[in-house]
Protein backbone atom coordinates (compact mmCIF):
# COMPACT_ATOMS: atom_id res chain seq x y z
CA UNK A 1 0.00 0.00 0.00
CA UNK A 2 1.31 3.71 -0.53
CA UNK A 3 0.45 6.77 0.45
CA UNK A 4 -0.78 9.72 -1.43
CA UNK A 5 0.84 13.25 -0.67
CA UNK A 6 -1.86 13.78 1.68
CA UNK A 7 -1.97 10.75 3.25
CA UNK A 8 0.63 10.26 6.23
CA UNK A 9 1.76 7.10 7.56
CA UNK A 10 -0.51 6.71 11.28
CA UNK A 11 2.85 5.82 13.35
CA UNK A 12 4.67 9.10 12.26
CA UNK A 13 1.27 11.01 12.97
CA UNK A 14 0.88 9.48 16.38
CA UNK A 15 4.68 9.64 17.27
CA UNK A 16 4.66 13.66 16.40
CA UNK A 17 1.49 13.86 17.93
CA UNK A 18 2.64 12.42 21.50
CA UNK A 19 6.19 14.51 20.98
CA UNK A 20 4.09 18.05 20.66
CA UNK A 21 2.17 16.78 23.94
CA UNK A 22 5.55 16.41 25.50
CA UNK A 23 6.92 19.32 24.45
CA UNK A 24 3.54 21.55 25.85
CA UNK A 25 3.44 19.34 29.43
CA UNK A 26 6.67 20.85 29.72
CA UNK A 27 6.13 24.63 28.88
CA UNK A 28 5.27 26.67 32.11
CA UNK A 29 6.03 30.69 31.81
CA UNK A 30 4.73 33.48 33.37
CA UNK A 31 0.88 34.28 32.65
CA UNK A 32 0.38 30.01 32.39
CA UNK A 33 -1.38 28.03 34.99
CA UNK A 34 1.82 26.40 36.43
CA UNK A 35 2.39 22.51 36.00
CA UNK A 36 0.85 20.80 39.63
CA UNK A 37 3.07 19.02 41.77
CA UNK A 38 6.36 19.75 40.24
CA UNK A 39 9.11 20.60 42.28
CA UNK A 40 12.30 23.26 41.38
CA UNK A 41 14.66 21.18 39.57
CA UNK A 42 18.13 20.20 40.53
CA UNK A 43 19.08 19.07 37.27
CA UNK A 44 20.43 22.59 36.86
CA UNK A 45 23.04 24.44 38.98
CA UNK A 46 21.76 26.21 41.95
CA UNK A 47 22.35 29.43 41.09
CA UNK A 48 19.68 28.89 38.08
CA UNK A 49 16.55 27.61 40.34
CA UNK A 50 17.83 29.59 43.38
CA UNK A 51 17.18 32.94 41.39
CA UNK A 52 13.70 32.00 40.58
CA UNK A 53 12.28 31.89 44.43
CA UNK A 54 12.17 34.25 46.53
CA UNK A 55 14.90 35.76 48.86
CA UNK A 56 15.46 38.20 51.24
CA UNK A 57 18.95 40.23 52.34
CA UNK A 58 20.11 41.04 55.73
CA UNK A 59 23.01 41.57 57.63
CA UNK A 60 25.04 39.35 59.44
CA UNK A 61 28.34 40.26 61.66
CA UNK A 62 28.47 43.03 59.22
CA UNK A 63 27.74 41.19 55.83
CA UNK A 64 24.87 41.29 53.66
CA UNK A 65 23.68 37.48 53.38
CA UNK A 66 21.03 36.04 51.25
CA UNK A 67 18.27 34.37 53.49
CA UNK A 68 15.01 31.58 52.47
CA UNK A 69 11.62 31.89 54.30
CA UNK A 70 9.90 28.78 54.85
CA UNK A 71 7.48 29.20 51.27
CA UNK A 72 11.06 29.32 49.21
CA UNK A 73 12.03 26.02 50.67
CA UNK A 74 8.42 25.22 50.01
CA UNK A 75 8.78 25.90 46.50
CA UNK A 76 11.72 24.50 46.12
CA UNK A 77 10.63 21.18 47.24
CA UNK A 78 7.13 21.28 45.62
CA UNK A 79 5.90 20.98 49.07
CA UNK A 80 3.33 22.93 51.40
CA UNK A 81 4.87 25.56 54.21
CA UNK A 82 2.93 23.75 56.81
CA UNK A 83 4.72 20.04 55.52
CA UNK A 84 8.08 22.05 56.07
CA UNK A 85 7.08 23.10 59.49
CA UNK A 86 5.46 19.54 60.62
CA UNK A 87 9.51 18.30 59.27
CA UNK A 88 10.99 20.97 61.88
CA UNK A 89 8.71 19.91 64.64
CA UNK A 90 9.02 16.19 64.02
CA UNK A 91 13.12 16.73 64.24
CA UNK A 92 13.56 15.51 60.60
CA UNK A 93 14.80 18.23 59.51
CA UNK A 94 16.71 21.16 61.81
CA UNK A 95 15.41 23.91 63.12
CA UNK A 96 16.49 27.26 61.38
CA UNK A 97 19.40 28.72 63.17
CA UNK A 98 18.53 32.02 61.21
CA UNK A 99 14.87 34.19 62.09
CA UNK A 100 13.38 37.72 61.18
CA UNK A 101 12.97 39.92 64.26
CA UNK A 102 9.82 39.01 65.57
CA UNK A 103 6.54 41.38 65.12
CA UNK A 104 6.18 45.00 67.41
CA UNK A 105 2.70 44.01 68.01
CA UNK A 106 0.59 40.72 69.27
CA UNK A 107 -0.57 38.92 66.78
CA UNK A 108 -1.88 36.07 68.39
CA UNK A 109 -3.10 36.63 72.28
CA UNK A 110 -1.34 35.08 74.93
CA UNK A 111 1.24 32.93 71.94
CA UNK A 112 5.41 34.34 72.44
CA UNK A 113 6.06 36.13 69.73
CA UNK A 114 8.62 34.93 66.65
CA UNK A 115 10.18 35.86 63.52
CA UNK A 116 10.36 33.87 60.42
CA UNK A 117 12.28 31.21 59.94
CA UNK A 118 15.59 31.87 57.80
CA UNK A 119 17.61 29.38 55.56
CA UNK A 120 21.01 29.97 54.01
CA UNK A 121 21.70 29.17 50.41
CA UNK A 122 23.77 26.14 51.37
CA UNK A 123 20.84 25.19 53.70
CA UNK A 124 18.16 25.37 50.67
CA UNK A 125 20.61 23.69 48.12
CA UNK A 126 21.48 20.52 50.29
CA UNK A 127 17.44 20.11 51.05
CA UNK A 128 16.42 20.28 47.81
CA UNK A 129 19.39 17.75 46.75
CA UNK A 130 18.57 15.47 49.65
CA UNK A 131 14.82 15.85 48.33
CA UNK A 132 15.38 14.86 45.04
CA UNK A 133 18.16 12.18 45.86
CA UNK A 134 16.26 10.06 48.48
CA UNK A 135 12.57 10.80 47.79
CA UNK A 136 12.10 11.92 43.79
CA UNK A 137 14.35 9.92 42.05
CA UNK A 138 13.94 6.59 43.19
CA UNK A 139 10.98 4.69 42.69
CA UNK A 140 10.00 4.24 45.96
CA UNK A 141 10.75 7.06 48.48
CA UNK A 142 13.34 6.63 51.05
CA UNK A 143 12.50 8.38 54.04
CA UNK A 144 14.61 6.94 56.28
CA UNK A 145 17.39 7.70 53.96
CA UNK A 146 16.22 11.43 53.62
CA UNK A 147 16.21 11.99 57.66
CA UNK A 148 19.21 10.15 58.33
CA UNK A 149 21.39 12.29 55.42
CA UNK A 150 20.49 15.20 56.78
CA UNK A 151 21.29 14.57 60.29
CA UNK A 152 24.51 13.58 59.37
CA UNK A 153 25.15 15.87 57.00
CA UNK A 154 23.23 19.18 57.28
CA UNK A 155 24.79 22.51 56.77
CA UNK A 156 24.73 24.95 59.93
CA UNK A 157 25.83 28.29 58.12
Known sequence: MTLSSDEQDPLVFFAALGERKDAEAKKAFPGSTPPRNTTVSVDTSPEEWLNRIPSHE?????????????????????????????????????????????????????????????????????????????????????????????KRQYPNT
Open 58 to 150: FLVNGEARKFYTIGAIAMALGKSAVTIRSWEAKGWIPSAKFRTPPPRKEQIPGKAQKGKRLYSKDQIVFLAEAFERFIVVPRVPNWDGFRGHI
